[in-house]
T-cell receptor
Framework: NAGVTQTPKFRILKIGQSMTLQCAQD?????MYWYRQDPGMGLKLIYY???????DKGEVPNGYNVSRSTTEDFPLRLELAAPSQTSVYFC????????????FGSGTRLTVV | GQQVMQIPQYQHVQEGEDFTTYCNSS?????IQWYKQRPGGHPVFLIQ?????EVKKQKRLTFQFGEAKKNSSLHITATQTTDVGTYFC????????FGDGTTLTVKP
């Protein structure tokens, strides 16, 4: 059981470039989330999904896009990268039902230069 | 919107001392969850509290949920070097909001 898998683990982007951060889970979880964590700070919700075909904005969605075509995959797209998007990005998932905690991936460390 | 605040931001202790972090919400919560993030790692789910006044224990860790369901605490008894990391609470009032965490360092 792999849990939540994120790729790549590290990436350096130039200003204005685009990229997709991949997230896949094999636990058949309905809910999936993207968070960013700036140094010394907490987790800020970017986007989330309650099931395939359904996505919604979180606290800090500007500059990002997501899609959820399958239960397993929830990629995060960065368009026109900016230095302010330098951060660690975590994908998380959980089953339906509020009694369950989040399972996090190991993160993608992104630097925009 | 909902705000979740944690104090202190940092705590440095000598090994064997106790440690407590507090989490306060601006709104009444349906539940609260606690996570631990080791340095360079990802958050790992520790526990969830649901009932008013609930107390749960995991070995040296004691978690409490306030009577008004707006605050919570995590207490570690006799810290060890393996306890280092950042402890986050996540308050659920329809949506989960994470606090900024308390970073614990333990001096051997």
């Amino acid at each position: 059981n792999a849990g939540v898998t994120q790729t790549p683990k590290f990436r350096i982007l130039k200003i204005g470039q685009s990229m997709t951060l991949q997230c896949a889970q094999d636990m058949n979880h309905n809910y999936m989330y993207w968070y960013r964590q700036d140094p010394g700070m907490g987790l800020k919700l970017i986007y989330y999904s309650v099931g395939a075909g359904i996505t919604d904005k979180g606290e800090v969605p500007n500059g990002y896009n997501v899609s959820r075509s399958t239960t397993e995959d929830f990629p995060l797209r960065l368009e026109l990268a900016a230095p302010s998007q330098t951060s660690v990005y975590f994908c998380a998932s959980r089953p339906y039902g509020t009694e369950y905690g989040y399972t996090f991936g190991s993160g993608t460390r992104l630097t925009v230069v | 919107g909902q705000q979740v605040m944690q104090i202190p931001q940092y705590q440095h202790v000598q090994e064997g001392e106790d440690f407590t972090t507090y989490c306060n919400s601006s709104t009444t919560l349906s539940n609260i969850q606690w996570y631990k993030q080791r340095p360079g790692g990802h958050p790992v789910f520790l526990i969830q509290l649901v009932k008013s006044g609930e107390v749960k224990k995991q070995k040296r860790l004691t978690f409490q949920f306030g009577e008004a369901k707006k605050n919570s605490s995590l207490h570690i008894t006799a810290t060890q070097t393996t306890d280092v990391g950042t402890y986050f609470c996540a308050g659920n009032a329809g949506k989960s909001t994470f606090g900024d965490g308390t970073t614990l360092t333990v001096k051997p």
